[in-house]
Nanobody, 125 residues
Framework: QVQLVESGGGLVQAGGSLRLSCAAS????????MGWFRQAPGKEREFVAG????????YYADSVKGRFTISRDNAKNTVYLQMNSLKPDDTAVYYCAADRTGLLRGTTSRLYDVWGQGTQVTVSS
C-alpha cells in the first residue's frame, strides 16, 4: 500500500497560481488512480480532480475545469495539481488520495483507499 505526502500549499492572491505535489512511497504507485479533494471549513470534502493510473484519462469538478490541471509522473511516484486563476472560494485543505483499482470510478471519497495528510491553500481577495 502506498503512503502519500502532499506539499506546495500556501497563501496566494486571487488570480495567482500554485502547484501542489503528492509524493507516494511504494512501488505499486503506478497501479493506482489518483485524486485530489479539498475541504473548506464547515463544508464537506469535495472532489477536485482525478487521473487514471496510466495518466491517459483525467476528470475535473466543474468548479475547477479550465483552471486546474492534474498530472502524474510515474517515474517519480508523484501526482501534481496545477492551480491557476485561483479564487478565494478555492481556499481549503487539499488532500491527495489513491484508488487501488487504477480506474476513475467516481467522485466520492469512499472510493479512495489511501489519503495524505493534506496541505492548506489560502487565496486572499
Amino acid at each position: 500500500q502506498v503512503q502519500l505526502v502532499e506539499s506546495g500549499g500556501g497563501l496566494v492572491q486571487a488570480g495567482g497560481s500554485l502547484r501542489l505535489s503528492c509524493a507516494a512511497s511504494g512501488r505499486t504507485f503506478v497501479g493506482y488512480a489518483m485524486g485530489w479533494f479539498r475541504q473548506a471549513p464547515g463544508k464537506e470534502r469535495e472532489f477536485v480532480a482525478g487521473i487514471r493510473s496510466s495518466g491517459a484519462m483525467t476528470y475535473y469538478a466543474d468548479s475547477v475545469k479550465g483552471r486546474f490541471t492534474i498530472s502524474r509522473d510515474n517515474a517519480k511516484n508523484t501526482v501534481y495539481l496545477q492551480m491557476n486563476s485561483l479564487k478565494p472560494d478555492d481556499t481549503a485543505v487539499y488532500y491527495c488520495a489513491a484508488d487501488r483499482t487504477g480506474l476513475l470510478r467516481g467522485t466520492t471519497s469512499r472510493l479512495y483507499d489511501v489519503w495524505g495528510q493534506g496541505t492548506q491553500v489560502t487565496v486572499s481577495s
